[in-house]
């Protein structure tokens, strides 16, 4: 700690801190626009000035920038001094010389921070009489907008989008007043986190052109605290909602998950919910070859309880890995567990419950998203990061900063000295090797890559962990080449402090799997703390494995043998985890297909009877992600009609039925109950009541408004429908409201709605949120961890070593190449994706192309179970000899992947 | 007796005098301009809507009777998709107009909002748009600043310059 003097108080503050930082932290409002808690300081814009004494006889002082001067032992500032508060309004006077009077058509306006910085410095006249600077924009895709008229060449987009985020097609161009932020031509931003331009913007150059068709306010949304559902890494979201339509999606804080960034899957995919395909009403379908009819709930109910009530026995439920534990565990409850199926194909399945397993079991802990972060070395083994998890890909990218920046810390350049500090470390990149079938542009900060088929990928990690620990075992034959790219790798782990081994199922194989714990285990052996990382499919992938349950193969032999011939479904689309054929046959087999979803999917199409379940952002509950951390989302805005939580309609069918085992299930009246039900049921669901403040949870004995302080027109919006200004909805599951009225401070992190505190309008007012400026949040209550990692030293490694991959001559395999715009089932009907998801294409290697006489863009033939399929070709010198990539997007799934196939050029009639 | 044949004839007097009531409906008495009656949404000197749909009445509104919602042509240029003023709950305050950054939204000196049915009262933008400019004849928010749209390019407002040529060499 050190002791400053700030305007003649003394303070203390963390003496590895710059005075900006400081000052912040200690609540002073002190204007800023290049620094950036993540990206650190340049001095670019000379807005942070305040005035340093050499002592207390010192009267004269002289200006500093507060970013770029360390908080060491005994400064002495003053903030409030009449010439530093006459420079920062100088400073905010020459920015707006040019910037333009267009806040009333910018969708900044309302949560600028250059508004804020402006109001705050009080320059309020402009004196500048001659001409305003005008830029021509650029069209960056269906995400971003631009209009560089308003920069105030503060340089934090560049900082972000090519030191931070690695993206190749975004700089700074031309030279004094006539600096230019865009690409070198109209084109869509390449970047998977070019989203976080719209936060990281000071002012509105960069926004968020999925919000123009709707656009709102800041102070009009109805926001809630949300966790993104579009990929295993459980981001935390704000979600805000106006007139009964989500708007928009920003970034919430988490110091251990996604800390002040999103992907751009996270950020865009938000508009299913908003979705023409919708599913809002109920409908029934009285024979298989009618026409759906719909119809209301309590009709609806009438007509299921008794067929529930009949047989009990004779239903499956099918679960899902996208819907929330609480709706898991009630249809679970429902069915019973014997006849509870997780929904997913029995490989599927294995995978998630492997690694569940792996995590408890062994001794190294499960890393999040910060300690990625914070590694100093990170093997990659078998998973496709940038397109699977591209959160955490971005995670990885940070940590090959974590090496280079010893070099700055033994020159004493203090570690927020941004150019200071990549001066230092230049071109030096820390220790990262991927293994993985396929490159993207994220493989070259790597320091090795290595591209195979999973069973060699699986025999690189087991030669590693054999390296480092000879008791774990080998493979019997080894490549050279991967033998010595094995004692390399082990070579660097052994030296790391912090060494993180990630792997996932993107390669659908046990022994990647296997072969990444052992290598973490080997480390744990060999006393330094590596944790271990995987990814998973999807949102609540993990916390499904937890519940555990039956696969979908069983179910389907249930409803083959008879024994059961009524289906629930929850939240699934049967056709996205196994071949049409079974499905096909399982769907027409049964008696009733009841189907509880929120999106018409091909599934929906064979339902007997479909009930409306609310999207993440119309309900509450929990998801495990792939760390094991549970984590609570919270409805955004009420349900429109008969459009309910999955769990309620679950608990609605289980009373209708009138069953007696049901009878504990009619006393859920609210999430809690569920919650508490669970955890009581099932041991390791046992803390789950911790995760979140209970229902009952009150600040000052009031709720927390869901809507802002400035809510506006809610005398307006439902006068055309009744002039009796209805009551705000209740919610009877969360201490929020939805309404404008209630706690209006800070409450516990995972209740915050937005961010605003007086005088900070923008994101940058989470600066007010913390105790710490980019440490974590005030009352933070991280979530979860429900998976204790076991602390014995002894480890059983796994010994199911693969034989090397034979290409055949017969066929090809068939890898999954997942995308990261398309693969994912909500975020790819998203209508800003569309433009952005990719053609789907096979990619084989060019020397295989070569043998097939098949020429780039020439299309070629496939087989995926019993059907053929015909793409183009494009051609990959990564992908591995005697393997095929198959993008996975709309129309594509990876159920039947990894499969041999023959391929066969097509000949075109 | 004096005292009251002076009365008397105060009141003789008064007979003479203009009376201070006037005959309201048949006879309309005068209101200056800045009386704050019913809100209109009114149109630039070209005849566009003038309202570009920034939300600064909505706040400004002390009782929330106004909503509305964005949107933007094709061109780039910003109006309200809909917009509604409850004048059963307006306090005719005038803070709207204050807001408003456009001299769109305007209160007239119109005050007969009397209405038997309390719904006739919600007024949608068919009924507040009206074909003038209102009080301030000359202004239009596009020519002063604002984005590029239909028929203004970049540097054709106000106090702006050409667009800066990116590729030019010259200091």
Redesign the interface.
Known sequence: MAGIIVDDRPYQVDERENLLQACLSLGFNLPYFCWHPALGSVGACRQCAVKQFRNEHDREGHLVMACMTPAADGTRISIEDPEAKTFRASVIEWMMANHPHDCPVCDEGGECHLQDMTVMTGHAYRRYRFTKRTFRNQDLGPFITHEMNRCIQCYRCVRFYRNYAGGRDFDAFGSRNHVYFGRHEDGALENEFSGNLVEVCPTGVFDDKTLMPHYTRKWDLQTAPSVCTHCSLGCNTIAGERYGTLRRILNRYHSEVNGYFLCDRGRFGYDFVNSEARIRRPKFRPNRDSQAITMDKEMLLRELGPLLADKPSRIIGIGSPRASLEANFALRELVGSERFSLGLSARDAGLSSLILDILRRGPAPSASIHDVEQADAVLVLGEDLINQAPRLALAVRQSVCQQPMQIADKLGIPRWHDAAVREAAHARLGPLFIAAPHSNWFTDVATETYHGAPDDLAALGFAVAHELDQASPTPSILNPAIGSLAKRIAAVLRQAKRPIVISGTACKSETVIQSAANVAWALCKTRTTAKLCYCLPESNSLGLAMLGGKSLEDAFSVVKDGEANTILILENDLYRRADPLPVDAFLKTASKVILLDNLEHDTMSKADMVLPAGTFAESDGTLVNNEGRAQRFYQVFPAEGDVQESWRWIRDLAVASGHPRQSNMAAWHKLDDVVAALADAIPTFQRLTEVAPPEKFRMVGQKIPRQTHRFTGRTAIHAPLTMHEPKPVEDADSPLSFSMEGYLGQPPSPLITHYWTPGWNSVQALNKFQNEVGGPLRQEMPGVQLIESSDKRTVMYFTDVPAPFQARDDGWLILPWYQVFGSEELSARASAMAERIPKPVLMLHPDDAARLRVKSGERAEFALGDRLHRLPVKLGAAVPRGTAALTIVPGFTDTALPTWSPIIRAVES | MLKLLKGIWLVFLHAFTRPVTVQYPEEKPYLPPRWRGRIILSRDPDGEERC?????C??A?P??????????DEHGR?YPAWF???F??CIFCGYCEEAC??YAIQLTTDFELSEHD??NL?Y?KEHLLISGTGKYPGYN?YR?????IGGKD??E?E??????D?RSLM?
Not at chain 2, 63 to 72: S, W
Not at chain 2, 159 to 164: I, L, N
């Open positions: 570009v749909g920034c939300y600064l909505s706040v509104c009782v929330g009777c106004i909503a509305l919602q964005a949107t933007e910003r509604r003023i409850n059963s709950r950054p456009t309390r719904r919600v949608e928010f002063v600043s604002g984005l590029r970049k540097g407002a106090h702006e310059a050409a667009p800066t990116l200091p």
